[in-house]
């Protein structure tokens, strides 16, 4: 079992940036793929950025790439997501996830990939 704790968010002006982190418990961080996932009033929750467990491969969605940048610290069992020129659809609730294993990179946009969840974070971007 791991426990996930986001934190960092909160309200910047369109433009502005923020930075997320994602604490995990235990002593297998380096084990596990993470990834964030985001939901906005209204809307299903949809995958944002992932990395695999040695940082080699990272993913994201189209509509970030370029702005956000997903990064881990093994050593800190921490994962962040750096998110640049934030724009008023950027606004969600922003998740980590944690997964045993991902079969391989199509899979880690899958929500079902992931088996562990935190509790989310608020980010408000305003125009």
């Known amino acids: 079992q791991v426990q996930l704790v986001e934190s960092g968010g909160g309200l910047v002006q369109a433009g502005g940036s923020l930075r997320l982190s994602c604490a995990a418990s235990g002593r297998t961080f380096s084990s596990y793929a993470m990834g964030w996932f985001r939901q906005a009033p209204g809307k299903e929750r949809e995958f944002v950025a992932a990395?695999?467990?040695?940082?080699?491969?990272?993913y994201y969605v189209g509509s970030v790439k370029g702005r956000f940048t997903i990064s881990r610290d093994n050593a800190k069992n921490t994962v962040y997501l750096q998110m640049n020129s934030l724009k008023p659809e950027d606004t969600a609730v922003y998740y980590c996830?944690?997964?045993?294993?991902?079969?391989?990179?199509?899979?880690?946009?899958?929500?079902?990939?992931?088996?562990?969840w935190g509790q989310g974070t608020q980010v408000t971007v305003s125009s």
């Open positions: 990395i695999s467990r040695s940082a080699i491969n990272t």
């Open positions: 996830a944690a997964a045993n294993t991902v079969s391989g990179g199509r899979y880690y946009v899958r929500l079902s990939e992931y088996d562990y």
